[in-house]
């Protein structure tokens, strides 16, 4: 079995009296694209937040790329986040940087770097996240919000990082553009060795790129597995979520692709 | 593609093997590598043939890649033969990956230098000073028509959001003006009587405090306290709010912006500052009245004789009316700034202040007009 690069453990969340999660354990394996699904406000966007440490859970462990966590050093931390890139869920562009300019933010921090060396690391990052040349001078607000999707992948994408987090990376954008995203984060993380950690809604994104599926309600990870295994799982949500009208469609859609290859 | 911290820091080593150079990518490499490497490539030289072996490589990230791809791509030009071999498993994917995704740059058109530019910048900003001013004429033109129009519909009038907003521009802002007019007075009054007991004319410097403030310093002074206290504010409050597009919301809302966003403001404005500068007035004379008698010893009963009977009410009169004016100025620049904002953070910032350099210098300026005119008819 791969070697596992995310271990948590008990993790518990609350804002005031209101209990996020409680006693959530979960596990990521390298080079796996981990899809994580769960109603809205089920805390997807809480547990990758307190996976990669930009919010300190209540109680339990953490365990990423070897590192505990919770009283890890300043060092630790810092050589931590050059490890990983995150896509936030709405982006999260600096407004006043070029897209560019954004995707060398993090480049700057690397020693001996050049500048011209910078920029085109951050032109090839853009370039890989497919969008076109003249796009690495825009302004965020002067992109579609498909391309800014790609734009806040080429940043996460800026330190090769052995991690990626992606929070909805398809919501709000077309199905042609949401299934050419699916296929860039597939392709990217094979061709770079990149573990995934996916949050979404879409059914579509799941079941295109995801190899292994956790699915969080009642405060936890309810179960993890394959696509397959989620059928047999016997939970409402979970048959609603995977049965109901939609999956059928997109597994429909699956199964049409694979019979004309 | 395991990442463990057994692998071994990697390198490129050169060898001369029969005239050709052998670049062998050993171990595993990274960004912490890079400028080192970029180094080493960019000694080699054009047109001893370069074979780059990559067999022993474990790891390479993209932009290793992308430096070896480049240099290739240099001596090939120069054209030296080159070769790379030996890549194997995730190295390979990582090549042929950054190979396909290598950007194309795009020729821009440069941008023109020279005589010819330096004049286009000039035009440029003198058109843009030029259209700012007709935009401020508009949104003047804008909030008198919704002024009218409130007082032809009273229903469109929204009474609530005018009392926020004179407590925000009005009553809030008592303190700072009330103390700032005090010490006015009592640095006129500690001023005054330095020079003018050098003639024992000592008791005319109620006159000076009287005429200077009530005329003068007190709106004056208010006004651009209040120009940086409230241009920035509506700047900033009504710029977030188009960066937001909650501005384009309410218009499709059927929700006027001048009726909810401009008329309360500047009319909040409108109904504060005269009585900020009456405020203000007061405060300074009370200062003034303060250090007379302590420095000079005039009593506060015969301060107030010689106030009463050597200052004409016109003063006073003379000081307020400029207030609305000044008000209309403040509250139209500030909000015309903040529909100015762009959709980047910058872009408030820049507003916001250049709102306040706009609101105080309108405000001297219309000052100074006002002086003139006063002049003109003898008042
Ligand atoms: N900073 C916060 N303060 C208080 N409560 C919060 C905070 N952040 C999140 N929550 C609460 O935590 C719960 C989970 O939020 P979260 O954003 O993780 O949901 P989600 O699963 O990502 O939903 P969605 O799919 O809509 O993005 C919600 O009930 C939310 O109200
Ligand atoms: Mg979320």
């Known amino acids: 079995m791969a070697e596992t690069v995310i271990e948590v453990r008990g993790l518990r969340n609350q804002f005031g009296t209101h209990v996020v999660h409680d006693g959530l354990d979960l596990d990521v394996y390298r080079g796996e694209i981990l899809g994580v699904v769960g109603g809205s406000g089920t805390g997807k966007s809480v547990l990758l937040r307190s996976i990669t440490g930009l919010i300190t859970p209540a109680a339990g462990s953490v365990r990423m790329l070897g ?167 016997d939970h409402p949500w979970v048959r609603e979520y995977f049965l109901g009208p939609r999956a059928r469609a997109a597994r429909d859609a699956i199964a049409a692709g694979h019979g004309r290859e | 593609m395991e990442r463990d911290d057994s692998d071994e820091r990697g390198g490129l080593s050169l060898a001369e093997e029969g005239g050709e150079i052998r670049a062998v990518v050993t171990g595993a490499l990274g960004l912490r590598e890079l400028p080192e490497l970029q180094e080493q490539l960019a000694r080699l030289e054009a047109p ?182 409230t241009a920035s504010a509506f700047t900033a409050a009504i710029g977030s709010m188009k960066m937001r597009e909650e501005i384009d919301a309410m218009r499709t809302l059927g929700i006027d912006p001048g009726h909810a966003l401009i008329v309360p403001r500047v009319l909040a404005l409108v109904l504060m500052l005269p009585i900020l500068g009456l405020i203000a007035n007061l405060a300074g004379i009370f200062g003034g009245a303060l250090m007379s008698w302590i420095e000079l010893g005039i009593s506060p009963a015969m301060f107030m004789t010689r106030l009463a009977e050597g200052t004409d009410v016109t003063h006073a009169v003379v000081g307020l009316v400029k207030a609305p004016v000044f008000a209309v100025l403040i509250g139209v620049i500030g909000c015309r700034a903040g529909l100015g904002v762009g959709n980047t953070a910058e872009s408030l910032g820049r507003m916001t202040s250049s709102a306040v350099v706009a609101a105080i210098f309108a405000v001297i300026l219309a000052d100074a007009l006002f002086s003139i005119f006063f002049q003109q008819i003898g008042v």
């Open chain 1, 67 to 233: 590192t505990e966590m919770r009283g890890a050093s300043e060092a630790e931390l810092d050589a931590l986040a050059e490890r990983i890139g995150v896509m936030f869920q709405d982006g999260a562009l600096f407004s006043s940087l070029t897209v560019c300019e954004n995707v060398m933010v993090p480049l700057s921090n690397v020693e001996g770097l050049d500048a011209r060396t910078r920029e085109a690391l951050a032109r090839l990052k853009i370039s890989l996240s497919g969008l076109p040349w003249n796009a690495g001078d825009k302004f965020p607000s002067e992109l579609s919000g498909g391309m800014r999707k790609r734009a806040g992948l080429a940043r996460a994408l800026a330190l090769d990082p052995e991690i990626v987090f992606l929070d909805e990376p398809t919501a709000g954008l077309d199905p042609i553009g949401a299934a050419a995203f699916d296929e860039l984060i597939r392709g990217l993380s094979r061709a770079l060795g990149l573990t995934v950690f996916l949050v979404t809604h879409d059914l579509d994104t799941l079941y295109a790129t995801c190899d292994r599926i956790a699915v969080l309600a009642e405060k936890r990870v309810l179960v993890t597995g394959t696509l397959d295994d989620m059928l047999e799982v």
């Open chain 2, 48 to 229: 001893r043939a370069v074979t780059f072996d990559l067999s022993d490589a474990q790891r390479i990230d993209t932009g290793i890649a992308w430096a070896l791809l480049r240099a290739r791509d240099r001596l090939a030009e120069a054209g030296a033969r080159t070769e790379i071999t030996g890549a194997q498993g995730a190295v390979a994917q990582i090549l042929d990956t950054v190979r396909e995704g290598l950007p194309k740059p795009q020729e821009e058109p440069a941008p023109e230098r020279g005589l010819r530019a330096a004049l286009v910048r000039l035009g440029e900003t003198v058109a843009g000073g030029a259209q700012s001013f007709l935009g401020f004429l508009g949104l003047l033109g804008l909030f008198v028509a919704r002024l009218l129009g409130a007082v032809v519909r009273p229903r469109e009038f929204r009474l609530t959001a005018l009392l926020h907003h004179c407590q925000a521009v009005g009553l809030q802002a008592v303190p700072i003006v009330a103390l700032m007019a005090f010490l006015i007075g009592v640095v006129l009054a500690f001023q005054g009587a330095a020079q003018l007991r050098q003639f024992g004319a000592e008791v005319f410097v109620v006159d000076l405090i009287a005429i200077s403030i009530l005329r003068e310093l007190g709106i004056l002074l208010t006004a651009i306290i209040v120009a940086g206290r």
